[in-house]
C-alpha cells in the first residue's frame, strides 16, 4: 500500500489485550501511516496477562502495564468501551458510545474463561482472566485462606502454587484422571501430578464438582470439602458472543476461521490472538492457540498483510510456558499426530524434557527447566528435520547435535 493511500486508510482494532496492542506496535513498525484506533473494554491502560497468575498476585509486582508510548506512536486509545456488533456492509462496528468507521478491522477480543454452571454470583468464587481478578484473589492469598482450585490446568497450576507460597491450604479437584489432560498424553502428566502433594497441595482427581455452595464445595461422590475462596480454572472460550448476527464464520468452538493469512471470512476484516483459529499447513490441522506467543507473533502477520510488507502464510510452531510448583515448563510444537515419544533424563528428577517425533522429524517438545532444549528443538521442529532418536533420548547430547 502506498504511503499516501496508508494515510487515509482508518485501522480499527477491537480488543486491546496482548494481540490488539501488538498489532497496533506492529502496524507502526512497519510503516503505516494512517489512523490507528485500538478501543478496548477493560478500563485499565492494557496490560500483560501472564504476570496476574503470578507477581501479580503475590504482590511482588503491582501491575503488568505494557510498555508502550501510545501518544508517541499515534494510537488513538479508547479504553473502557464495549464493542457491540460489527455491521460490515456499512464497514462499521458498534460500540455504547455510537458507531464507529473503519477500512481494515481487527478482532483481537481474546477469550473469556469458562465459568461453572450454578457458581456464578456465589460469594468466595473467582475466576482468574483479569487485572480486578488477581486484585481480588490478592487478600484470599493473603489471609492465608483455605482455598479449593477446580481444574488441573495451566491456570489451576499457576494459582495453586502462588497459594502455597502465601500459606494457603490448597486442595485442587480435577475431572480427569489426571492435571492437563486435555494438553499432555497420561505418561506425561503422571510426573507432574506429583509436584502437587509434593509442594502441600492436595490434588484429587476423578472429581467432579456437584454444587459450590457459600464456603463450601460439594463434589458427585458426596464429599466436601471447606472453602474460604474457589478459584475456577477450566478453560477459556474465545470472545466473540458479540459477532452474532454479523454474518462472520465462527467454529464450533465460538472462535473466528481465519484463513492462513488470517483475514476472516468479511472483507477488510482480520482476527488474531485467543479469539481466532488458522490453518496450519505445518500441522495439518487448524489451530486454536491460547498462548502469549501467538498474541505476539500472529500480529506481525497481520500487520504485514494490512500494510503489504509482506505475504508470507503464518504458520507457527506454538510455544508457551508455565512457571509452576517452583519449575519452569516449556513447550514448543503440536504434538497431535506424533508417532513416537522420547524421554530425555528421568520425570523423578527436577530437570527433564519430553520430544514427539513424527517419522522421525520432531513435532513438539516439552522441557521442564531444560530451556537449551527448548530452544534447540523449537529449531529443530521449525527446521524439521530428522534427529537420530538413540542420540535424541540421550539428555547429554545436546539436541542440536542429535541431528542426523
Ligand atoms: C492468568 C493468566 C496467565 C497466563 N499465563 C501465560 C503464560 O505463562 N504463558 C503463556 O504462553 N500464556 C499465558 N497466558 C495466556 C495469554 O495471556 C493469552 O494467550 C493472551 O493474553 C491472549 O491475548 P489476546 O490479546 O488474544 O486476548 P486477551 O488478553 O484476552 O485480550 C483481549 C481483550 O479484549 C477485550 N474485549 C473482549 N471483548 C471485547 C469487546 N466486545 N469490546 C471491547 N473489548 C473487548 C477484553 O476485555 C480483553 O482486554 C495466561 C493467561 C492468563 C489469563
Known amino acids: 500500500m502506498s504511503e499516501q493511500k496508508q494515510a487515509q486508510q482508518h485501522v480499527v482494532i477491537v480488543g486491546a489485550g496482548m494481540a490488539g496492542v501488538q498489532t497496533a506496535v506492529a502496524l507502526r513498525e512497519q510503516g503505516f501511516a494512517g489512523p490507528v484506533t485500538l478501543i478496548g473494554a477493560e478500563p485499565h491502560q492494557p496490560y500483560d496477562r501472564p504476570p496476574l497468575s503470578k ?39 458498534d460500540t455504547e458510545a455510537g458507531p464507529v468507521a473503519y477500512d481494515t478491522l481487527v478482532l483481537a477480543t481474546g477469550a473469556h474463561p469458562v465459568t461453572l454452571p450454578g457458581a456464578e454470583g456465589v460469594p468466595g468464587v473467582h475466576l482468574l482472566r483479569t487485572l480486578d481478578d488477581a486484585v481480588r484473589l490478592g487478600p484470599v492469598l493473603e489471609r492465608r485462606h ?13 494459582f ?5 507460597e502465601a500459606g494457603c491450604a490448597v486442595t485442587v479437584v480435577e475431572a480427569a484422571d489426571r492435571p492437563l489432560a486435555g494438553a499432555l498424553p497420561a505418561e506425561v502428566a503422571a510426573p507432574m501430578a506429583e509436584w502437587y502433594g509434593a509442594n502441600g497441595a492436595e490434588l484429587l482427581t476423578h472429581a467432579r ?7 463450601r464445595v460439594v463434589l458427585a461422590d458426596g464429599r466436601e470439602l471447606a472453602a474460604d475462596a474457589v478459584v475456577v480454572g477450566i478453560g477459556a472460550r474465545p470472545a466473540t458472543g458479540w459477532l452474532g448476527g454479523s454474518g ?42 491460547h498462548h502469549w506467543d501467538n498474541a505476539l507473533q ?12 509482506g505475504d508470507a502464510p503464518y504458520d507457527p510452531v506454538p510455544y508457551f510456558w508455565s512457571e509452576q510448583f517452583g519449575r519452569f515448563v516449556q513447550y514448543a510444537g503440536h504434538h497431535a499426530d506424533a508417532d513416537e515419544l522420547l524421554w530425555r533424563g528421568d520425570p523423578a528428577d527436577e530437570t527433564w ?6 517419522a522421525g522429524v520432531p513435532v513438539a517438545l516439552l522441557a521442564v527447566g531444560r ?14 528435520v530428522p534427529v537420530d532418536p538413540a542420540r535424541a533420548a540421550d539428555p547429554s547430547v545436546p539436541l542440536k547435535a542429535a541431528v542426523r
Not at 464438582?209 to 464456603?215: A, D
Not at 500472529?298 to 510488507?309: D, H, N, S, Y
Open 353 to 358: 524434557s519430553v520430544l514427539w517425533l513424527r
Open 146 to 158: 483455605s482455598v479449593v482450585v477446580v481444574g488441573a490446568g495451566w491456570i489451576g497450576a499457576e
Open 371 to 384: 530451556p537449551r532444549d527448548l530452544a534447540q528443538g523449537r529449531k529443530l521442529i521449525e527446521a524439521a
Open 160 to 164: 495453586a502454587t502462588a497459594a502455597r
Open 209 to 215: 464438582v456437584h454444587t459450590v455452595e457459600p464456603g
Open 248 to 289: 462472520i464464520a465462527l467454529d464450533p468452538s465460538g472462535a473466528v476461521t481465519a484463513d492462513d493469512r488470517l483475514r476472516t471470512s468479511l472483507p477488510d476484516v482480520y482476527a488474531v490472538g485467543d479469539c481466532a483459529s488458522f490453518p496450519s499447513a505445518r500441522y495439518g490441522e487448524r489451530l486454536l492457540v
Open 298 to 309: 500472529g500480529p506481525r502477520a497481520v500487520a504485514a498483510a494490512i500494510t503489504g510488507a
Open 55 to 93: 507477581a501479580i498476585l503475590l504482590g511482588k509486582a503491582e501491575d503488568s502495564a505494557f510498555e508502550v508510548d501510545f501518544e508517541e506512536l499515534r494510537i488513538e486509545l479508547r479504553l473502557g468501551l464495549d464493542v457491540t456488533g460489527l455491521r460490515a456492509a456499512d464497514h462499521e462496528i
